[in-house]
Antibody
Framework: QVQLQESGPGLVKPSQTLSLTCTVSGGSLSNGDHYWSWIRQSPGKGREWIGYSRYSGSTYYNPSLKSRVTISVDTSKNQFSLNLSSVTAADTAVYYC????????????WGQGTLVTVSS | QTVVTQEPSLTVSPGGTVTLTCASSTGAVTSGYYPNWFQQKPGQAPRALIYSTSNKHSWTPARFSGSLLGGKAALTLSGVQPEDEAEYYCLLYYGGVWVFGGGTKLTVL
């Protein structure tokens, strides 16, 4: 059974880069049908799809965040990561990682989520 | 900006039936929006229930069903159980971008 777990700093200063890692257990990131996704939830903006990436490097980002986001997959570590640059208080949210099936269009499983606060 | 709208809250009695809906600001929701439905309880990770309008995951209880209804995506719970009290949210695909609904808080009372 595939499980996902987010990790990373819970506090980031404004203008810095938010970096999170999602560790995948019980499965491989090399399945060509799967995309490795990041989603966030904030009180002000609700839930927001950030983007996803395949192990091959194909990436798809939300246009609203595209200029600041990078998602990458490391199959050797069974991890994928999120980098969000130039953060502001508006980026304070619970960040979730999830697996996406490109052929069936579903998202599952999800990680438990990790709260990231942007504050000086 | 695309907005996906759900009922903020609904209340249902145990054993009853309730339908949650998911509307798009761009017009009628069709199968091409690949509607997904999720359940989330406090302190837990979201759990997928329905994908591509009406497809269930292997773990989705039979009392949950997805459909298109009156230009919206819909999630119907038949024979509601106390453990169904949770937040439910939908997700729609807009040709390269996924957009979440605001969520419906379902109370079983």
């Amino acid at each position: 059974q595939v499980q996902l777990q987010e990790s990373g700093p819970g506090l980031v200063k404004p203008s810095q880069t938010l970096s999170l890692t999602c560790t995948v257990s019980g499965g491989s990131l090399s399945n060509g049908d799967h995309y490795w996704s990041w989603i966030r939830q904030s009180p002000g903006k609700g839930r927001e799809w950030i983007g996803y990436s395949r192990y091959s490097g194909s990436t798809y980002y939300n246009p609203s965040l595209k200029s600041r986001v990078t998602i990458s997959v490391d199959t050797s570590k069974n991890q994928f990561s999120l980098n969000l640059s130039s953060v502001t208080a508006a980026d304070t949210a619970v960040y979730y990682c999830a697996r996406y099936s490109g052929s069936s269009r579903w998202f599952d499983p999800w990680g438990q989520g990790t709260l990231v606060t942007v504050s000086s | 900006q695309t907005v996906v709208t759900q009922e903020p809250s609904l209340t249902v009695s145990p054993g009853g039936t309730v339908t949650l809906t998911c509307a798009s600001s761009t017009g009628a929701v069709t199968s091409g929006y690949y509607p997904n439905w999720f359940q989330q309880k406090p302190g837990q990770a979201p759990r997928a229930l329905i994908y591509s309008t009406s497809n269930k995951h292997s773990w989705t209880p039979a009392r949950f069903s997805g459909s298109l209804l009156g230009g919206k995506a819909a999630l119907t719970l038949s024979g509601v159980q106390p453990e169904d009290e949770a937040e439910y949210y939908c997700l729609l695909y807009y040709g390269g971008v996924w957009v979440f609904g605001g969520g419906t808080k379902l109370t079983v009372l």
